[in-house]
């Protein structure tokens, strides 16, 4: 995130949060007639015990010279989540966001191959880097296709998007939050800014990304999809290397009645399409 980017995130996203507070919220009496609602900035700094010159400074979107402390006692005025207490102190310089993304290793890749729930490894930008077999059956993935983007695939895709059913909107909500984390963090990222402008194109989806809703990249969510091989909720791992780079393992857990479907063996159909052709016989010199 270059600097201009970086200082006019911080500005909007300080002062929409202090507009969704009440007094009341916060243990403040409501005096006098407001003209807008939400908390004004003086009673955010002194709720957070700093001066209101420092506040204006870090909403104006200048975080040069404050504190990481001085951010967490803001974060904790505004009463924000933790996924939102990390994105203030990304977008206030106090948390670094790697500039390489996560390659997983050889061990990781085997663990996946060896899952036999769909199963697949995604980035913070949600970029899916692998996929095992069981993945590709419930999605329709082809080899060739990865690495490929999750949103983009998995959501907005017509075809996977009709699995979601009436879960639809349901389903990628959250990931709409996710979402606009990650290009809080990564603006620059052309891939993020192309499923950005996807989003806004449908007005029930620009309607999610409006709400301006914060949850860290790669957090578990519950979704549900109607697949021809049953019913599935997804579960993540959150996995870091030493160099801070974070990625996910993220595993589609199917419910009792979809189990027997997924581990049965494939269609005959399907195995005639996978398998190779037999070796032309060669003609009898007889």
Known sequence: MNDREQREELRRFL?????????????????????VRGLRREEV????GIGVSWYTALESGDADGVSEATVRAVADALRLSESERNYLLTLAGRSDVPSELYEPGELLRATLKAIRFPAYIITATWDVL?????????WGVEASEIPFNAVERLF??????????????????PVVAMLRSAIGRRPHLTT????????????????????????DPLVPNTCTIQSPLGTFRYEALTLTDPAGKTSGLVVQVPDPSSLALL??????????????PPP???PDSN
Request: aromatic share 4%; glycine share 4%.
């Open 280 to 282: 032309e016989r060669e």
């Open 192 to 215: 993020l800014q192309r499923v950005r402008a996807q989003l806004l194109a449908e007005a029930e989806l620009r309607e999610l990304w409006d709400a301006y809703e914060i949850s």
């Open 130 to 138: 692998d996929c095992n077999e069981a993945f590709r059956r419930i």
């Open 263 to 276: 581990t049965r063996d494939p269609p005959q159909a399907e195995i005639a399409k996978r398998s190779p």
């Open 15 to 35: 002062k929409d949060r202090r507009g969704r507070l009440n007094p009341s919220d916060v243990g403040l009496p409501s005096v006098g007639r407001r003209r």
């Open 45 to 48: 700094a002194s709720l957070a």
């Open 156 to 173: 907005v895709h017509p075809q996977a998007r009709k699995m979601h059913g009436p879960h639809f909107v349901e389903n990628i909500a």
